[in-house]
């Protein structure tokens, strides 16, 4: 299912990684919230894994780190 990102303002920039820190998906938030289905950029489910979620606000004076954990 959808994994929804909560307690963002709008237009906030959320860039997912791996722990290598290669970048599996970005985003930009709709109002309070973003959402990501579990799969990268090809399309493909992310492998079972601990994902960072970096999150900034467009002009970068909020920013914001946190951890996902996916397990398949």
Do not use: M, R
């Given at each position: 299912?959808?994994?929804i990102?909560?307690?963002?303002?709008?237009?906030?920039?959320?860039?997912?990684?791996?722990?290598?820190?290669?970048l599996?998906?970005?985003?930009?938030?709709?109002?309070?919230?973003?959402?990501?289905?579990?799969?990268?950029?090809?399309?493909?489910?992310?492998?079972?894994?601990?994902?960072?979620v970096?999150?900034?606000?467009?002009?970068?004076?909020?920013?914001?780190?946190?951890?996902?954990?996916?397990?398949?």
């Amino acid at each position: 299912g959808e994994i929804i990102i909560t307690g963002l303002v709008e237009e906030t920039n959320v860039k997912i990684t791996d722990v290598a820190g290669n970048l599996v998906y970005e985003t930009t938030s709709n109002g309070s919230q973003a959402s990501w289905n579990g799969k990268n950029f090809s399309g493909k489910k992310v492998h079972t894994g601990v994902y960072l979620v970096f999150c900034a606000t467009p002009d970068g004076s909020q920013t914001h780190i946190t951890k996902i954990l996916i397990i398949h």
